[in-house]
């Protein structure tokens, strides 16, 4: 078993996926053709929206301590949802872990609209959207990584509050055990998180002959 000690990750580098950022923006590799010039322009963007991105995230490995058909208790925690609890049938552990990329983007993007610089805007946001994704992604691989030694790994799908019937409430167990604050987020009242682009994930931890055998 993992230590089930929270772990927190600062100032994690990602590299822009320039190729899936171009295509949020609308610009696909068979139909739009752009000239050096405007793509150059356009990487530069792309590039100063990575700037404002400040990439964290944090971990923890909790026990599953009892299930039924439409619950599972996660620590001491009891969460209803009938999808999770499928996802979690071949799981005793989970991982919680939770991402960020800073209020600093939200900021700059902001600024932008404000001063009508659209096409700016846009590009930062969809930037954004991606240095998050692969926040996540990274927070999980880096799981994987520390699980390979005891033949284990992480199901390939995750769950976050809010998909599904997982009620959004559940956000406050995230609080509760990774001490978000930590990393900056924080939780509103209907349980909305801020910064934007932040997020919760959980995961199951499966032994991987399990797996490989169903």
């Not at 991982?95 to 939200?106: H, R």
């Not at 009620?167 to 998180?193: A, C, N, S």
Request: proline fraction near 3%; aromatic fraction near 8%.
């Amino acid at each position: 078993m993992m230590d089930s000690t929270v772990r927190y990750f600062e100032n994690i580098w990602i590299e822009p996926p320039m190729g899936r950022i171009l295509y949020r923006l609308g610009y696909k590799k068979t139909k739009t053709k752009l000239d050096d010039n405007q793509r150059e322009r356009i990487e530069e963007l792309i590039w100063q929206g990575v700037s404002h991105c400040h990439p964290r995230g944090a971990f923890l490995i909790l026990p599953i301590t009892k299930r039924t058909e439409d619950s599972i208790t996660i620590g001491r925690h009891l969460v209803e949802s009938k999808s999770l609890t499928e996802l979690l049938k071949n799981s005793e552990e989970v991982a919680l872990m939770a991402s960020t990329i800073g209020d600093e983007i939200i900021h700059a993007i902001e600024q932008e609209i404000k001063q009508e610089n659209s096409v700016k805007a846009v590009i930062y946001d969809s930037t954004a959207s991606q240095i998050a994704d692969k926040t996540v992604a990274w927070v999980m691989d880096f799981i994987n990584k520390s699980l390979q030694k005891e033949a284990k790994e992480l199901t390939s799908m995750r769950f976050s509050p809010g998909y599904g019937d997982l009620d959004l409430k559940y956000q406050k167990i995230f609080f509760e055990e990774l001490k978000l604050e930590k990393l900056g987020i924080r939780l509103t009242e209907t349980y909305m998180m801020t910064p934007e682009k932040s997020v919760t994930a959980i995961c199951g931890v499966e032994n991987r002959v399990r797996r490989e055998d169903q």
